[in-house]
């Protein structure tokens, strides 16, 4: 073997012996006739000691620069006394090197390994390098361990892994397909899969009635912190199983890998919220347990109030008032709360009033707010009461269309929650359950899937379908992990008449139905057993773990937020000959030089 040992693994047990490293500079130190070397590999360092005492060795020594490949060959030894680096498992120890072979030389590197305050725009430009950071050696490592960790799970309970294809048909998910022309049929085009979402109802239709697979999926969509246009998926699913064996059998695995990965327990069972009452707590379908603030509904007191503000948002049909108390929020300064106003404006909140509670017990009075002239006592006291407010609190309120109100106070509610210390440490999961099964495009004027449309209603919701979609909720069910979602899945419909209420209530006609799922109605006709499941975002569970601020952290080749792939300059055009290959042909347009 061309090594006998990682750099970063040699320690004490190797003192006295001849040991092989192969690895780059991490940084070459020249101490004035003794030339220092940090030699690097996936496992870390080794201080490597060159002496003028070997000559032709140390020639080689005085050419050696950063991120330079080497062979080492020497006999490691105590390192002097004063020296040891207890960071390091290499710490107590160094090689003394008797041969150096120079297997490759290096440019000088775009950025220093050790520099912390790189623009990602550089990090991804230059990603080879960025990979050979220690904080991307640990996150790569990491991701694989959590990989690791869930198939060791699913293998034990009786899952099989099965690929499922990567060219499919181009149906409707909730994102555009990313679409694959055909070059052997003009004009017509795969697509790449959103999910496996089709294919593994297919799989428990054909009697698999354990399927995993850890694979990739394909959204063109508008791109954030935690989406990528190409991203990696947990994907789960069991036939005769119901919501609760199923939610319990996935917490089991996201237990399992915690304690198999960080050796942390978590709290057991996962508290449950249904979605209506997530919302009303917290504003949001996946809050984060570990701020303790919680929102208090007011829209039914100010339908006949003079504040016209929050009047006209309780006259609303989807309006809502909603008051978010801060414990000791009165210490806030004016500056404060015009920063707050500021970022609640960046979800749509035209403003954001307030009461300060000075002295509870003086009612009015002991109050401090340019809104009370506008409110009756009556609902002042209801305020207090129904926020719990005490001396020396603020009560911030939110008002306008629900869903301003609720994105503004929700990301509010945490922002304060970690700027001002209410947030507990640790990890705080729970499953948000009972989603409805449609949401209204007021745009289209039509209704849309929440989840997707192979999501089972309730029992009992089946005939919402037909006469009132907006009271059909689903068996649906999501798994969230401080603020993140991190996991969701549903009950699938095994009944192809269910199915088919579904694409009516859609607007999906039958002829469209049969041309987009013709394929998977056909496979319901025979004999499909209940079944469900779960898809994770493996990105997101690792990115949560690491600390990382986003998943192209995590990802080895991540495309920016503009999806692009900086180091292979993605996309980029293709030559005519391609093109006329897939039928395709570029429209023309005069370059307009400014």
């Given at each position: 073997?061309?090594?006998?040992?990682?750099?970063?693994?040699?320690?004490?047990?190797?003192?006295?012996?001849?040991?092989?490293?192969?690895?780059?500079?991490?940084?070459?130190?020249?101490?004035?006739?003794?030339?220092?070397?940090?030699?690097?590999?996936?496992?870390?360092?080794?201080?490597?000691?060159?002496?003028?005492?070997?000559?032709?060795?140390?020639?080689?020594?005085?050419?050696?620069?950063?991120e330079f490949v080497l062979k080492v060959t020497g006999k490691v030894r105590h390192r002097p006394e004063g020296t040891v680096n207890p960071d390091l498992i290499s710490g107590e120890v160094e090689v003394l090197a008797h041969d150096i072979e120079i297997l490759n030389s290096s440019l000088t590197p775009p950025f220093q390994l050790d520099d912390d305050n790189l623009s990602e725009t550089?990090?991804?430009?230059?990603?080879?390098?960025?990979?050979?950071?220690?904080?991307?050696?640990?996150?790569?490592?990491?991701?694989?361990?959590?990989?690791?960790?869930?198939?060791?799970?699913?293998?034990?309970?009786?899952?099989?892994?099965?690929?499922?294809?990567?060219?499919?048909?181009?149906?409707?998910?909730?994102?555009?397909?990313?679409?694959?022309?055909?070059?052997?049929?003009?004009?017509?085009?795969?697509?790449?899969?959103?999910?496996?979402?089709?294919?593994?109802?297919?799989?428990?239709?054909?009697?698999?009635?354990?399927?995993?697979?850890?694979?990739?999926?394909?959204?063109?969509?508008?791109?954030?912190?935690?989406?990528?246009?190409?991203?990696?998926?947990?994907?789960?699913?069991?036939?005769?199983?119901?919501?609760?064996?199923?939610?319990?059998?996935?917490?089991?695995?996201?237990?399992?890998?915690?304690?198999?990965?960080?050796?942390?327990?978590?709290?057991?069972?996962?508290?449950?919220?249904?979605?209506?009452?997530?919302?009303?707590?917290?504003?949001?379908?996946?809050?984060?347990?570990?701020?303790?603030?919680?929102?208090?509904?007011?829209?039914?007191?100010?339908?006949?109030?003079?504040?016209?503000?929050?009047?006209?948002?309780?006259?609303?049909?989807?309006?809502?008032?909603?008051?978010?108390?801060?414990?000791?929020?009165?210490?806030?300064?004016?500056?404060?709360?015009?920063?707050?106003?500021?970022?609640?404006?960046?979800?749509?909140?035209?403003?954001?009033?307030?009461?300060?509670?000075?002295?509870?017990?003086?009612?009015?009075?002991?109050?401090?707010?340019?809104?009370?002239?506008?409110?009756?006592?009556?609902?002042?006291?209801?305020?207090?009461?129904?926020?719990?407010?005490?001396?020396?609190?603020?009560?911030?309120?939110?008002?306008?269309?629900?869903?301003?109100?609720?994105?503004?106070?929700?990301?509010?509610?945490?922002?304060?929650?970690?700027?001002?210390?209410?947030?507990?440490?640790?990890?705080?999961?729970?499953?948000?359950?009972?989603?409805?099964?449609?949401?209204?495009?007021?745009?289209?004027?039509?209704?849309?899937?929440?989840?997707?449309?192979?999501?089972?209603?309730?029992?009992?919701?089946?005939?919402?379908?037909?006469?009132?979609?907006?009271?059909?909720?689903?068996?649906?069910?999501?798994?969230?992990?401080?603020?993140?979602?991190?996991?969701?899945?549903?009950?699938?419909?095994?009944?192809?008449?269910?199915?088919?209420?579904?694409?009516?209530?859609?607007?999906?006609?039958?002829?469209?139905?049969?041309?987009?799922?013709?394929?998977?109605?056909?496979?319901?006709?025979?004999?499909?057993?209940?079944?469900?499941?779960?898809?994770?975002?493996?990105?997101?569970?690792?990115?949560?773990?690491?600390?990382?601020?986003?998943?192209?952290?995590?990802?080895?080749?991540?495309?920016?937020?503009?999806?692009?792939?900086?180091?292979?300059?993605?996309?980029?055009?293709?030559?005519?000959?391609?093109?006329?290959?897939?039928?395709?042909?570029?429209?023309?347009?005069?370059?307009?030089?400014?």
């Amino acid at each position: 073997m061309m090594r006998t040992e990682y750099c970063g693994l040699v320690s004490r047990k190797h003192l006295q012996e001849s040991v092989t490293l192969c690895g780059w500079v991490h940084r070459r130190r020249d101490h004035g006739g003794v030339i220092f070397i940090d030699l690097r590999d996936r496992e870390g360092l080794v201080q490597v000691v060159c002496d003028p005492d070997r000559p032709e060795m140390f020639k080689i020594a005085e050419k050696i620069r950063n991120e330079f490949v080497l062979k080492v060959t020497g006999k490691v030894r105590h390192r002097p006394e004063g020296t040891v680096n207890p960071d390091l498992i290499s710490g107590e120890v160094e090689v003394l090197a008797h041969d150096i072979e120079i297997l490759n030389s290096s440019l000088t590197p775009p950025f220093q390994l050790d520099d912390d305050n790189l623009s990602e725009t550089t990090r991804l430009t230059h990603r080879v390098i960025d990979l050979r950071r220690e904080q991307m050696q640990k996150n790569l490592r990491l991701r694989y361990k959590v990989a690791m960790a869930v198939r060791k799970f699913l293998d034990a309970h009786g899952f099989l892994d099965i690929e499922t294809p990567m060219l499919t048909k181009s149906t409707p998910e909730g994102a555009r397909d990313y679409l694959v022309p055909s070059r052997i049929y003009p004009g017509q085009f795969f697509a790449l899969p959103q999910s496996p979402q089709l294919f593994k109802q297919l799989l428990m239709i054909a009697g698999f009635d354990r399927y995993y697979q850890i694979t990739k999926c394909f959204r063109d969509e508008d791109l954030r912190a935690d989406r990528q246009p190409e991203f990696t998926q947990i994907d789960v699913e069991t036939s005769f199983l119901n919501e609760v064996e199923i939610t319990g059998l996935m917490e089991e695995l996201i237990c399992n890998l915690f304690k198999e990965v960080m050796r942390v327990e978590l709290p057991k069972p996962f508290p449950r919220l249904s979605y209506q009452e997530s919302m009303s707590r917290y504003g949001s379908d996946k809050p984060d347990l570990r701020v303790p603030l919680a929102l208090s509904e007011l829209t039914d007191l100010m339908k006949a109030v003079e504040f016209k503000v929050f009047r006209s948002a309780a006259e609303l049909s989807d309006g809502r008032i909603a008051a978010l108390r801060i414990p000791n929020g009165g210490a806030l300064t004016r500056k404060d709360i015009d920063d707050y106003t500021a970022y609640v404006a960046i979800y749509g909140a035209k403003g954001l009033a307030y009461i300060k509670v000075n002295e509870k017990a003086k009612g009015v009075e002991g109050l401090q707010s340019p809104i009370l002239k506008f409110l009756p006592a009556s609902v002042i006291k209801a305020i207090l009461e129904r926020t719990a407010a005490e001396n020396g609190d603020l009560i911030f309120f939110g008002a306008d269309r629900a869903k301003i109100v609720n994105d503004s106070l929700s990301a509010l509610r945490e922002k304060i929650g970690h700027d001002k210390g209410f947030a507990e440490p640790g990890w705080k999961p729970l499953w948000v359950t009972d989603f409805p099964m449609f949401e209204w495009n007021e745009e289209e004027k039509r209704w849309d899937p929440l989840h997707h449309p192979f999501t089972s209603p309730k029992d009992g919701h089946e005939s919402f379908l037909d006469s009132d979609p907006s009271k059909a909720y689903a068996k649906a069910y999501d798994m969230v992990l401080n603020g993140w979602e991190i996991g969701g899945g549903s009950v699938r419909i095994h009944r192809e008449d269910v199915q088919s209420k579904v694409f009516r209530a859609l607007n999906i006609g039958q002829d469209e139905a049969r041309q987009k799922f013709g394929f998977l109605l056909d496979a319901l006709q025979y004999g499909a057993p209940p079944h469900g499941g779960i898809a994770f975002g493996l990105d997101r569970i690792v990115a949560l773990i690491a600390g990382a601020e986003s998943i192209r952290d995590v990802i080895a080749f991540p495309k920016t937020q503009r999806a692009q792939c900086l180091l292979t300059q993605a996309p980029s055009p293709v030559d005519e000959k391609q093109l006329r290959e897939l039928h395709i042909r570029l429209r023309r347009e005069e370059t307009i030089k400014s």
